[in-house]
């Protein structure tokens, strides 16, 4: 980035020489072809974010524009319903009335083993990251008429343009969830190795302890079977999001767990590079005054397929079916999917240094 911000003042030093050396070249001071012959730089406030942007002109039909535009971290939220097992359970009968789910008795096993309560939903923290330069070209299509222009030119910045991530109040819930986790894939382990020493596979002493206190090691083959046989009966503890497309077209649930930090998270990434194409007009704010000028540009971003991955690698804009996201977050998958083109509706306040 500050490789980038000494080459734009490279450039602006030499739009300020070459207007100075065209205006020496012409005798009445009055440069032939307008190039390079006057400097403005502009406020802009938009879909794009906050901006600044410097133009001068390149020929009597065309300016050139550089500039950067920069998005506000504003939050918005959502939640995620924690789920056991892959079947979804209602918390209410047909009456309305709250009924006990598999997740409440579970939850309750898992606040007398850990101390920490287990919410039935994570609430999750999202807000917009992207910043960009702007290297654009407006074409003036007619010569008499210099308040329209077309513009085309590219946006480039970080390719992540949100993310989104668990609050701290959800950390006690995700961190049991992954406790819980942990010991029901341990208990699989430790069954496997049951029935392997009663088929005689292994000896006894090399069945893998279910846990580990200390030096002691709960490894009796009972204990290992009660253990296994009741967390089997529950299943796994996670975040439902929505149904996976598999490979062959079938559908299964996907059920998001925290990562190895105790959190979940999302990034929504789109291209580095991305295109732009606009009409705008454009004219003085004060008669007789050419020093300060405003001018509305409206266009599209082109920025690629969107894609939006957790933080265990699964894209949730693409690899799951978007009709099976509930909430507002499917709303919010749904909407940013769409953004394959971005509106760009931008004001520039323009100000003309010489």
């Not at 074409?139 to 609050?167: E, I, L």
């Not at 292994?202 to 090691?217: A, E, L, Q, R, T």
Request: proline residues 4%; glycine residues 8%; contains cysteine.
């Amino acid at each position: 980035m500050r490789s980038l911000f000494f080459t734009i003042c490279i450039l602006l030093g030499s739009v300020s020489v070459l207007s100075q050396d065209n205006q020496k070249l012409n005798i009445d001071k009055k440069p032939a072809y307008n190039i390079f012959n006057h400097l403005d730089a502009s406020l802009t406030l938009g879909t794009t974010g906050f901006g600044v942007d410097v133009s001068s002109p390149v020929t009597n039909w065309a300016q050139l524009r550089l500039g950067y535009s920069y998005m506000p971290r504003f939050h918005y939220h959502m939640n995620f319903d924690v789920q056991v097992g892959d079947t979804w359970e209602s918390k209410y009968d047909e009456d309305g009335n709250r009924v006990e789910t598999r997740f409440d008795r579970l939850a309750g096993m898992l606040e007398n083993m850990t101390g920490y309560k287990v919410q039935d939903e994570i609430e999750m923290i999202g807000r917009p990251t992207y910043h960009n330069l702007k290297f654009l070209v407006d074409v003036f299509p007619f010569q008499n008429d210099k308040r329209w222009h077309v513009t085309t030119g590219f946006f480039w910045g970080p390719s992540k343009v949100a993310d989104a991530y668990n609050v701290t109040e959800a950390m006690p819930s995700l961190l049991a969830v992954g406790i819980y986790n942990k010991l029901y894939d341990k208990s699989e382990i430790s069954y496997a190795s049951v029935l392997q020493a009663e088929n005689g596979e292994i000896p006894y002493y090399d069945i893998v302890p279910i846990m580990s206190i200390g030096g002691f090691d709960i490894n009796s083959p009972t204990e290992i079977k009660e253990v296994y046989s009741l967390l089997h009966a529950y299943g796994r503890m996670a975040i439902h999001v929505g149904d996976r497309i598999n490979s062959d077209g079938s559908t299964s649930p996907y059920m998001m767990e925290p990562g190895s930090d105790g959190m979940v998270k999302a990034q929504v990434r789109v291209n580095s590079f991305k295109p732009y194409l606009g009409v705008g007009y454009g004219g003085r704010i004060l008669k007789n005054n050419d020093k300060f000028h405003i001018a509305v540009d409206l266009g599209a971003v082109f920025c690629g397929r969107p894609s939006i991955y957790t933080h265990d690698g699964t894209d949730i804009a693409n690899d799951i079916q978007k009709n099976t996201i509930d909430g507002k977050v499917g709303d919010y998958v749904r909407l940013i999917g769409k953004f394959y083109v971005f509106p760009v509706i931008d004001l520039r306040l323009v100000y003309n240094i010489f």
